[in-house]
């Protein structure tokens, strides 16, 4: 993990703990009681654990607030801190009169707040019709190419120069095959990267200006029909619907991965794998491609009807997290996209460099955007597994390309539909009318 690398790159900052209340004869006056703020999530225990020297140093630092980490629980009142992934973000944006836009927690808190200050790329997920920030854009990146140096050299290929287009990619992915490589290839988060930012970056919808999904044109048919018969060739090796081949690669098991440009910071703790990090690649026969990838991640949503002790806390708590020190933190332990210039010039410094080689990717990725699209498919969960049903159907071999992504959007536009109200249909005209 990076965090003995996160106390070098942050020396003099150290984890005090909360001290206990002086008995009222020790002092003039009893000392008020802190403000209790509960931070939420539903992460698993490892990543859980990270958050905790961010939340202990916040509560060493001051007396006034006291944040404490707590598992949601599907069904209860949201918190005052919440932290939201990009699998819950449609649920979310459908409850979202039970929370309050960021600006305005600061703005009632009386805190300074430049929303204009965050990099646009990540603005775009998580803003309001009127530009104003519902949410703040934590932990966010964008996929890359990873790939396996000593695969590469074993197979005759140069990993100073890896694949661009995806051409190239099934030309590396047949010598890497022949030179005794069981998986050539493999990809996490199918939707997310490879309907939802293989359409970015490749100039097409998935969705149309109604709101409709419409990501069964042929630009994505070819790409699937693609990846069907990379797996029939075995070029392309399948893990699940989530995370899981991130750890096949990381284990030394496949030679190229497409997944977030987070995952950096991890794979290049292991000292057994030589990785290299590489751009998305995208189908050159597209006109204009590339264009540019999405950015989506985790986000800080702030519950509605706060005292207003607990909002001033929370805003505390806020600026605490947009501090330079925490963001270098965030970005050099996650590998994050920083949110602001000083966070994103502390990563392009000689000490960070070595470490963050993947966010130059992800920030070359990210430029040049024309819009934001409409929907995201990744972040409506009933969605995404449609979408991860019907590949499956593919890779089985039970359904051409184009049957399984028709059935996947005629059958995610009825769950739109039936939706009450639809949380992407209102993501859609929210978006629509900023543009």
């Known amino acids: ?33 802190p403000v209790q703020i509960e931070f939420s ?11 905790e020297p961010l939340i202990d140093r916040f509560n060493g630092q001051q007396k006034e607030v006291q944040v404490r980490i707590v598992r949601r629980v599907e069904g209860d009142a949201p918190k005052q801190i919440n932290l939201v992934t990009r699998e819950d973000y449609s649920r979310f944006v459908a409850n979202k009169a039970k929370f309050k836009p960021l600006n305005e927690v600061m703005l009632e808190a009386k805190q300074p707040f430049d929303s204009s200050k965050l990099s646009p790329e990540l603005r775009d997920a998580v803003a309001n019709a009127k530009g104003q920030l519902f949410a703040l854009p934590v932990a966010f990146s964008t996929p890359v190419l990873y790939f396996n140096k000593a695969a590469f050299r074993k197979a005759g290929l140069n990993p100073e120069t890896p694949p661009k287009t995806w051409f190239e990619t099934q030309q590396a992915a047949g010598k890497l095959a022949d030179s005794g490589s069981r998986c050539p290839f493999t990809t996490s988060w199918p939707a997310w990267i490879q309907i939802d930012n293989l359409s970015a970056w490749n100039g097409s919808e998935v969705s149309d200006a109604k709101g409709n999904l419409a990501f069964n044109g042929l630009v ?9 018969t990379w797996y029939k060739s075995k070029y392309f090796i399948y893990f699940g619907r989530r995370d899981e081949a991130d750890r096949r690669f990381a284990d030394g098991e496949c030679a190229m991965l497409t997944g977030s440009s987070s995952l950096y910071a991890n794979l290049s703790d292991k000292k057994s794998l030589e990785v290299g990090v590489s751009a ?47 963001q270098i933190e965030l970005t050099v332990a996650g590998g994050f996209l920083p949110m602001t210039p000083v966070a994103r010039a502390a990563a ?39 979408v991860d049903e019907e590949l499956e159907s593919v890779w089985a071999g039970k359904k051409p390309a184009k049957e399984a ?31």
């Open 405 to 435: 992504l028709d059935n996947a959007v005629q059958r995610g536009n009825a769950v739109l539909q039936a939706a009450a109200p639809p949380a992407a249909a209102a993501a859609a005209k929210a978006k629509r009318s900023k543009q």
């Open 1 to 33: 993990m990076h965090f003995s690398r996160i106390f070098i790159v942050m020396a003099g900052l150290s984890l005090v703990t909360s001290a206990s209340a002086a008995p009222a004869s020790a002092a003039p006056a009893q000392a008020a009681s």
């Open 348 to 386: 392009d410094s000689k000490l960070l460099k070595a470490d963050l080689a993947g966010l130059q990717v992800a920030y070359a990725q990210l430029q040049g955007r024309t819009s934001a699209p409409l929907i995201r498919v990744s972040q409506i969960e009933p969605v995404r597994i449609i």
């Open 280 to 326: 998305l690649p995208y189908h050159d026969d597209v006109r204009g491609a590339p264009k540019n990838t999405l950015a989506d991640g985790a986000s800080l949503w702030i519950a509605a009807d706060m005292k207003p002790a607990e909002t001033k806390g929370v805003a505390k708590f806020i600026n605490y997290v947009l501090s330079p020190e925490v």
């Open 41 to 51: 999530h539903q992460l698993d225990e490892e990543r859980a654990a990270r958050l």
């Open 220 to 228: 994505q048919v070819k790409h699937v029909a693609m990846l069907a």
